[in-house]
């Protein structure tokens, strides 16, 4: 769990199917937003995979005088109204299913989000004709969620409102505006389901921050990658290179392992018998596919695996009928 070590108490994670995602220590960033306080963590995201944002804080946090307004971003948008901390009454918790919004009727909606494939595209307009494109390609690969300490307001009528419509894919034109991002692999993205539920009457109201220039007091910062970018990354270790069949334990196969090594033993020498007869030097690692002998050594119904051993030539001395050319080395 991402934690503030000048700052206990508030608490973020990202889950999935209620259990909370690994989170790993990445490269050093600064603050995006100047936050007071800030962590980042590096986390592993799978293609059309639901997640949940958990928020809240606990006993242990000691700002208690005023209450915290949270914001949810993804790209750098926001995913719309989401309730406030009362920090009077903890431990407190919220979770974020996905993006919010208001219809004409003042019901709030809720449509639940997912990671996917970020795709390539050539033809795509550039993000610097686009504010809200330039906004999402400088957090590219970015859920970061932000407390702000404040007052709470009387009620606001309630208006309608729709999240900004996430990234679908980038062009070589937006890798341009990637910022502090470019270079770093990133094949994962986030979408929005087109369906919603209600969840209930919304219900708007004022907040007044009171940290200078309404900064974020706080800042949870998650960058989403596939377990391959996190590997390329060297944020997680890379997977080691399987050993060949060949060469392991034979006691230490299983079954569909001694099936396979089988019929790649079957295969091998198909092939010596294709190519018998061909002349070859009488050396080991050449040695003439028709003075091979074989010993089977292991045997199923499918196959055989043998042990190949080449046979070699009987040395004799010149006789009579043999033409012997001398050869001096002066």
């Given at each position: 769990?991402?934690?503030?070590?000048n700052?206990?108490?508030?608490?973020?994670?990202?889950?999935?199917d209620?259990?909370?995602?690994?989170?790993?220590?990445?490269?050093?960033?600064?603050?995006?937003?100047?936050?007071?306080?800030?962590?980042?963590?590096?986390?592993?995201?799978?293609?059309?995979?639901?997640?949940?944002l958990?928020?809240?804080?606990?006993?242990?946090?000691?700002h208690?005088?005023?209450?915290?307004?949270?914001?949810?971003?993804?790209?750098?948008?926001?995913?719309?109204?989401?309730?406030?901390?009362?920090?009077?009454?903890?431990?407190?918790?919220?979770?974020?299913?996905?993006?919010?919004?208001?219809?004409?009727?003042?019901?709030?909606?809720?449509?639940?989000i997912?990671?996917?494939?970020?795709?390539?595209?050539?033809?795509?307009?550039?993000?610097?004709?686009e504010?809200?494109?330039?906004v999402?390609?400088?957090?590219?690969?970015?859920?970061?969620?932000?407390?702000h300490?404040?007052?709470?307001?009387?009620?606001?009528?309630?208006?309608?409102?729709?999240?900004?419509?996430?990234?679908?894919?980038?062009?070589?034109r937006?890798?341009?505006?990637?910022?502090?991002?470019?270079?770093?692999?990133?094949?994962?993205?986030?979408?929005?389901?087109?369906?919603?539920?209600?969840?209930?009457?919304s219900?708007i109201?004022?907040?007044?921050?009171?940290?200078?220039?309404?900064?974020?007091?706080?800042?949870?910062?998650?960058?989403?990658?596939?377990?391959e970018?996190?590997?390329?990354?060297?944020?997680?270790?890379?997977?080691?290179?399987?050993?060949?069949?060949?060469?392991?334990?034979?006691?230490?196969l299983?079954?569909?392992?001694?099936?396979?090594?089988?019929?790649?033993?079957?295969?091998?020498?198909?092939?010596?018998?294709?190519?018998?007869?061909?002349?070859?030097?009488?050396?080991?690692?050449?040695?003439?596919?028709?003075?091979?002998?074989?010993?089977?050594?292991?045997?199923?119904?499918?196959?055989?695996?043998?042990?190949?051993?080449?046979?070699?030539?009987?040395?004799?001395?010149?006789?009579?009928?043999?033409?012997?050319?001398?050869?001096?080395?002066?």
């Amino acid at each position: 769990m991402a934690v503030l070590p000048n700052c206990p108490g508030l608490e973020v994670t990202i889950q999935v199917d209620g259990k909370p995602l690994q989170e790993y220590d990445g490269p050093a960033r600064p603050p995006t937003d100047q936050s007071i306080h800030f962590v980042s963590k590096y986390v592993e995201g799978m293609p059309d995979v639901k997640f949940t944002l958990k928020y809240g804080a606990n006993k242990s946090y000691k700002h208690t005088a005023h209450s915290l307004y949270t914001k949810v971003l993804v790209n750098g948008l926001n995913l719309g109204p989401i309730p406030f901390l009362k920090t009077k009454s903890l431990p407190a918790s919220y979770a974020c299913n996905g993006a919010y919004s208001i219809d004409n009727m003042g019901n709030k909606l809720c449509s639940p989000i997912k990671f996917g494939k970020l795709k390539l595209s050539r033809d795509h307009l550039s993000a610097s004709s686009e504010p809200e494109r330039a906004v999402q390609m400088k957090n590219l690969g970015i859920i970061q969620v932000t407390f702000h300490r404040g007052l709470i307001l009387g009620p606001l009528p309630a208006k309608k409102w729709t999240p900004k419509a996430l990234l679908e894919d980038i062009s070589e034109r937006d890798m341009k505006t990637l910022g502090s991002l470019k270079g770093e692999p990133l094949s994962l993205r986030c979408q929005v389901s087109q369906e919603s539920e209600s969840v209930g009457a919304s219900r708007i109201r004022g907040f007044t921050p009171i940290d200078h220039k309404a900064k974020p007091f706080a800042t949870f910062q998650f960058h989403y990658r596939t377990k391959e970018d996190l590997q390329l990354l060297e944020v997680i270790e890379r997977s080691p290179s399987p050993v060949p069949l060949e060469e392991r334990d034979p006691a230490t196969l299983s079954h569909a392992e001694l099936l396979q090594l089988l019929e790649t033993q079957k295969k091998q020498n198909e092939l010596l018998k294709l190519t018998k007869g061909v002349k070859r030097e009488p050396d080991e690692s050449t040695a003439d596919p028709s003075r091979i002998l074989t010993k089977s050594i292991f045997e199923d119904d499918d196959c055989a695996v043998t042990e190949v051993r080449p046979v070699k030539r009987q040395k004799h001395a010149p006789n009579a009928s043999d033409e012997v050319i001398a050869i001096d080395e002066d």
